[in-house]
């Protein structure tokens, strides 16, 4: 199973401090406007809380990812509360892409994006690559859709 670059957790870790922060300006804000006496350190401790839980999140987010080429499919392993096992065979794949937002930029990651045939939502996106892993990763699934195009021949 390859396991996601150890970098992925400063962008989900940063994330969730954003969060929090955002969490602990509302709470103040509403502790400056509430129409009842609200203590201060309710603020904080909304803040500590939404921190310390988003940061563990994250860590357990990154432990949890994991992911495999096969011979017939892409196979993806994920999730914290809510274990999640895809796998994507080959002749259901469309088209791969690379992806490179500001902030993986930011952090030397990118992300291959796998779009399959069928319902809205199929598409499965492989995050926390560096970009010649993410390239690489790109070119070997496209080789395999390619071959395993003839295999589907009815």
């Known amino acids: 199973m390859n396991r996601l670059h150890p970098r992925i957790r400063l962008l989900w870790v940063a994330r969730a401090v954003v969060f929090a922060l955002v969490a ?3 709470a103040t804000a509403a502790t400056l406007f509430a129409p009842v ?3 201060t350190f309710v603020p904080v401790a909304v803040g500590v809380v939404f921190l310390v839980v988003g940061v563990a999140v994250a860590l357990l987010r990154y432990r949890a990812w994991g992911y495999e080429v096969r011979d017939d499919s892409l196979y993806l392993q994920r999730g914290v509360l809510t274990k999640v096992n895809t796998v994507v065979p080959f002749v259901r794949v469309q088209h791969v892409d ?3 937002g500001p902030l993986e930029r930011l952090v030397g990651l990118a992300s291959t994006v796998v779009y399959t045939a069928g319902s809205r ?3 499965v996106a ?3 690559l560096t970009p010649k892993g993410a390239e690489d990763l790109q070119d070997r699934l496209k080789r395999l859709a390619i071959a395993s195009e003839g295999d589907d021949a009815v």
């Open 24 to 26: 602990g300006g509302v």
């Open 37 to 39: 006496s609200i203590p």
């Open 98 to 100: 690379s992806a490179r």
């Open 121 to 123: 939502g199929a598409d």
């Open 126 to 128: 492989i995050p926390g």
